[in-house]
Structures are given as structure tokens and as C-alpha cells.
């Protein structure tokens, strides 16, 4: 992930989308990183949408910021609604952990 995201920016990509449940957040983050460092690409030319679980409805707040922690930005261009059904707030996704370092429920 972290390879494409890379590729992709190197050609021109300015939009790149994720979610939480993609479980992809941490690899696009470092990519981002590194293109942000390396002068390849601003922060401010590059438009980061990320979604909101269903498992976190009743707590957007906490969604958000471990979405943020895990990419290792200040802020999403777009937070969207993954989907408009809530699910059960203690629930787990299929390979999650409750002690895992990131993407903890």
C-alpha cells in the first residue's frame, strides 16, 4: 500500500481516499509522510478523504482522531459516513485486536 500510494503520487495523484475499516491508514499515512518531506508534494495540494466506522457512530470524536493518529496528519480534507448503519459500538472487525497498537475498538 504504502508503494502505491508513493507511485501514485509521483504521477500525479492528489486525492487519496481510505478508510478505517480498509485497515490501510498507518501505510498511507508513511507514504504521505515521506512524499511531504521529501518536497515532493505540499500537504495542502494533496486532498485525504478517511471514513468514519460503523462500530464508532456514538463516538465520532475518538473515530477521528485515532483515523488522524494513524495517518499522522492534523486533519482530513473529508471525513465521510462509511456507512449510514450503526453497529454494535464494542464490535470488532474480522483481524482486529482489542490490544492491537493501532486501529483498537
Keep these: 500500500m504504502e508503494k502505491a500510494v508513493s507511485h501514485a503520487i509521483s ?9 478505517f475499516c480498509y485497515q ?3 501505510e498511507v499515512g508513511k507514504a504521505l509522510k515521506e512524499a511531504f518531506a521529501s518536497g515532493k508534494v505540499k500537504r495542502e495540494d494533496v486532498f485525504v478523504t478517511t471514513k468514519l466506522w460503523c ?3 456514538t463516538r465520532v470524536e475518538e473515530a477521528l482522531d485515532l483515523s488522524l493518529k494513524n495517518l499522522g496528519l492534523d486533519y482530513v ?3 465521510l ?11 470488532m472487525l474480522p483481524g482486529f485486536h482489542r490490544n492491537q ?5
Aim: cysteine-free.
Design 11 to 19: 504521477v500525479g495523484y492528489r486525492h487519496i481516499d481510505t478508510a
Design 24 to 26: 490501510n491508514e498507518v
Design 55 to 57: 462500530t464508532y457512530h
Design 77 to 79: 480534507d473529508l471525513y
Design 81 to 91: 459516513m462509511h456507512w449510514p448503519l450503526a453497529m454494535n459500538p464494542n464490535g
Design 101 to 105: 497498537d493501532v486501529y483498537s475498538i
